[in-house]
């Protein structure tokens, strides 16, 4: 089975602007979580999607949002792009929202 | 509170040793995760622990649930240089009801050949 697929790999923006990456899941898998990884605050849980439906949230603001499509495949975007969001963004796929299956990231760069 | 404590932060060791590293909590969880991380990677899931006292092993990996379901710890034998990364643990709080897991902020081992 292919693993956990994100686009793009490495992104570069300008402060305030918005930005939207992508997340294939295992095939199979209907749950899509979403981290951002820090050298200071580590993995830290921004949403999980499941069947369409948001189904937990982490404390992030406004800014930070997702969605899900009906093949699983999900979204997320973040808007009025800060200096702090610089990070690693994860998406992770799981059958069961349990065992969690990570993709390679995308590195965000805010400058 | 959820919080996992990993320890320790870093570790040098040299090829050949084992490792011991732990995680604990003040409270309870269901579920223990252990992954590791490669630069530039995501996390790839090692080991999965669903019950208390559970032993696996995956490899010269092996991790165990502890009895009180606030720990878990993980062990490498005979280290080899492909071993260097961050080990992450993870868990699945009992209290809260929702299904968002917990992550420590990771041991960091080095292994000089």
């Known amino acids: 089975k292919a693993g956990v697929t994100q686009t793009p790999r490495y992104l570069i923006k300008t402060r305030g602007q918005q930005v939207t990456l992508s997340c294939s899941p295992i095939s199979g898998h209907r749950s899509v979580s979403w981290y951002q990884q820090t050298p200071g605050q580590g993995l830290q849980f921004l949403f999980e999607?499941?069947?369409?439906?948001?189904?937990n949230k982490g404390n992030f603001p406004g800014r930070f949002s997702g969605r899900q499509f009906s093949n699983s495949r999900s979204e997320m975007n973040v808007s009025t792009l800060e200096l702090g969001d610089s990070a690693l963004y994860l998406c992770?796929?799981?059958?069961?929202?349990?065992?969690?299956?990570f993709g390679p990231g995308t590195r965000l760069t805010v400058t | 509170g959820q919080q996992l404590n990993q320890s320790p932060q870093s570790m040098f060791i040299q090829e050949g040793e084992d490792v011991s590293m732990n995680c604990t909590s003040s409270s309870i969880f269901n579920t223990w995760l252990w992954y590791k991380q490669d630069p530039g990677e995501g996390p790839v899931l090692l080991i999965a622990l669903y019950k208390a006292g559970e032993l696996t092993s995956n490899g010269r990996l092996t991790a165990q649930f502890g009895i009180t379901r606030k720990d878990s710890f993980l062990n490498i034998s005979a280290s080899i240089p492909s071993d260097v990364g961050i080990y992450f643990c993870a868990g699945l709080p009992e209290q809260g009801g929702s299904e968002k897991l917990v992550f420590g902020k990771g041991t960091k081992l080095t292994v000089n050949p």
């Open positions: 999607y499941f069947s369409e439906t948001q189904r």
């Open positions: 992770a796929s799981s059958w069961t929202g349990t065992e969690q299956y």
